[in-house]
């Protein structure tokens, strides 16, 4: 497998945790989102993600995109550990979770979205991260509310990690990068803290990899 990533993607990260956690071995090709433009808009990647955005993974010939994608694809395909265990039910409170996460907070808050505010709206850098917190602290206060209501466990839900703590991890990561409020989020910082205990949530950590800057 070769999984197109940028250490500091929170969607790559994302990735690189679920292979991690199925002991999958992948070979990471690094794309440098920023670097001369940035590198995801290099005819190459498009030819592999018209979308321009990471992760892509390549398996077997065949090439995904969308984090969640990937993940319920490895899900699938490597059941073991399970990241979307229970009953259904279950399961769609663990993809309410993660896509409060992927698809409430993340896509206001990306490299392109931030981007456009600076050079097509104008924004300064302050009030660039002022949209930044407003978003990241709006949307993590809601997750906060839905850990209170799961059922207990040293997890998002549960014993184990599922795809929601695959994807809390990475957003609480850019939230602390960039200064966003979130000292009061008692169960958000206790799963967080549990996960990156985990040497599969380490290994994925953007210092650990090899684009790391």
């Known amino acids: ?32 989102l920023v670097r001369e433009g940035g590198e995801q808009h290099r005819p190459e990647y498009r030819a592999l993600n018209p979308a321009g ?9 065949e090439v995904l995109t969308q984090s969640l994608a990937i993940i319920e694809y490895l899900d699938e395909t490597y059941p073991a550990p399970p990241l979307l265990p229970g009953d259904a039910r279950m399961r769609a409170r663990i993809r309410a979770l993660a896509l409060a996460i992927a698809c409430d907070i ?30 990241v602290e709006t949307g993590l206060a809601a997750v906060e509310e839905m850990l209170a209501e799961a059922p207990a466990g040293r997890f998002c839900f549960g014993a184990c990690p599922t795809l929601a703590d695959v994807c809390l991890v990475p957003q ?11 000292d009061d989020f008692e169960n958000i910082l206790r799963v967080v803290a549990e996960c990156e205990s985990l040497d599969a949530f380490r290994r994925a950590a953007p210092g650990e990899q090899p684009d790391a800057e």
């Open 1 to 32: 497998m070769k999984l197109y990533t940028y250490f500091r993607s929170s969607a790559a990260y994302r990735v690189r945790i679920a292979l991690n956690l199925k002991g999958i071995d992948y070979e990471a090709v690094p794309v440098h």
């Open 172 to 182: 609480v990561f850019n939230a602390r990068r960039f200064g966003c409020r979130i």
């Open 53 to 61: 955005l990471v992760p892509a993974l390549e398996d077997q010939g």
């Open 106 to 135: 993340h896509p206001v808050n990306n490299l392109r979205v931030l981007n456009y505010l600076v050079h097509e709206i104008g924004a300064d850098e302050a009030q660039k991260s002022r949209w930044y917190r407003h978003w």
